[in-house]
């Protein structure tokens, strides 16, 4: 099952328990516009490379469309549909006015050297920039992208549009970026995983926590959780993963993966595989990389007691229901990561109010804001005696349809 089925699955399941007409389930699963271009340039030895872009804008029924921007080789239209409907779920959720959608460049950008990176970047918006905008569609960081790439588009946007910060998020703070969206969706991951925790009369302390992926959101999430008394034992990225019982020092991984850009040469007590890190025996697993790791062939393997989804839909629909069976709290991707475009929110709000927040009150309306709708996914979830994920969707869907119906078709 790809991505774009397994979000098919999920809205399905949700809209099943729902009072929703067959036409709506249509219409609140076709996108409103797929934005398919080339992108094509010179590379610094003079080549010329060729490559696709996407925006899919999936719905914009609650506000302007938002969603990151994915600079990765698994990039395709029917991922990018996927991941932009999840989008529109996401604001949902959090109830920020926002609709949704995603994008995208089938590109490995590693391979790409800073002058062609800068270079594809701007071309891409020179294709996009009269379908996206503040008021339309706000693109964001994604995995393969970030504060820079930011920069580049809004500086990009701005030679057709004069003046606009509000076009796109997670830019640098000295380019009307804000202080804690960089941090946001990792610590939206910790902040949410203590509020699951304290339903179940745990904390953080002493839980012993596995998280795959060490980019943006998991080393923020696993320095959080480790600064609130949890114990992270496993962490991993690209080169593998590192696993210490007695606990990880997330301060030095930090460090050097800010000196080396990746954990090759972080020595812990033991170097295990990805795929053995999501069998450890901790207490909480948090996939925090790539979409559709944990499937029919490794769920029951899984012994942790709680999965949270920090990745893009990591747990696909066979090893959600596994989980389910096996007892697994799962809490999921659509309000476990939805720290990071709260944060764009927030950053969008600054942008158009020529007003910056300092660091604590973006922590706190961050906080606020992911706590109000766990507490009410929960309730959704104890009422109607279902799992987390289809509470969330439940929520997510029930205001897109009803703000759709409001307006009039
Ligand atoms: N790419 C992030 C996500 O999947 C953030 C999106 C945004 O900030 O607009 O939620």
Redo the contacts with the bound molecule.
């Keep these: 099952m790809n991505a774009y089925e397994s979000a098919c699955h999920y809205f399905a399941n949700a809209a099943s328990v729902m009072d929703l007409s067959p036409n709506m389930k249509r219409l609140l699963l076709t996108p409103e516009r797929e934005v398919k271009v080339q992108v094509a340039m010179k590379m610094d030895n003079g080549e010329i490379a060729t490559f696709v872009g996407y925006r899919i804008q999936h719905n914009s029924a609650r506000g302007p469309m938002?969603?990151?921007l994915r600079f990765h080789p698994d990039v395709d239209a029917q991922e990018v549909l996927a991941?932009a409907s999840l989008?529109t779920w996401?604001t949902a959720v959090v109830d920020i006015p926002y609709g949704g959608a995603k994008g995208g460049i089938s590109v490995a950008p590693k391979s790409l050297s800073d002058a062609e990176l800068e270079l594809m970047t701007r071309k891409f918006v020179d294709e996009l920039q009269d379908v996206i905008g503040p008021d339309k569609d706000?693109p964001?960081?994604?995995m393969g992208t970030n504060a820079q790439v930011m920069a580049w588009i809004v500086n990009q946007y701005e030679k057709y549009h004069g003046f606009n910060p509000a076009c796109v998020?997670?830019k640098p703070l000295e380019l009307h970026g804000t202080d804690g969206r960089e941090e946001a969706?990792g610590r939206g991951v910790g902040l949410l995983t203590a509020a699951m925790l304290q339903k179940f009369n745990r904390s953080l302390d002493g839980t012993t926590i596995a998280i795959q992926g060490f980019g943006n959101v998991g080393s923020f999430a696993a320095s959080y959780l480790h600064d609130n008394g949890a114990k992270v034992v496993a962490i991993s990225d690209i080169s593998g993963g590192r696993y210490d019982p007695a606990g990880i020092d997330i301060a030095a991984a930090v460090l050097h993966v800010a000196r080396h850009r990746s954990l090759d040469g972080f020595e812990t007590a033991q170097q295990i595989s990805n795929e053995e890190l999501l069998a450890l025996d901790v207490d909480v697993l948090i996939p925090a990389a790539l979409g559709g790791v944990l499937t029919k062939e490794n769920a029951a393997d899984v012994r942790a007691q709680y999965v949270v989804e920090a990745a893009?839909g990591p747990v696909l629909p066979d090893a959600d229901q596994i989980l389910h069976e096996r007892d697994i709290v799962v809490l999921p991707d659509i309000l476990a990561?939805?720290g990071?475009?709260t944060v764009?929110y927030f950053e969008w709000v600054q942008n158009q109010q020529y007003f910056r927040w300092d660091l604590e009150r973006t922590r706190a309306e961050l906080a606020k804001t992911l706590t109000v709708s766990f507490e009410k996914m929960w309730d959704i979830a104890t009422q109607k005696h279902i799992p987390l994920r289809s509470a969330a969707y439940l929520m997510g869907i029930g205001r897109v349809g009803r703000a759709t119906v409001l307006a009039g078709i």
């Design positions: 938002k969603g990151g991941l989008m996401k706000i964001a960081p994604d998020t997670g969706t893009n990561n939805a990071g475009v764009s």
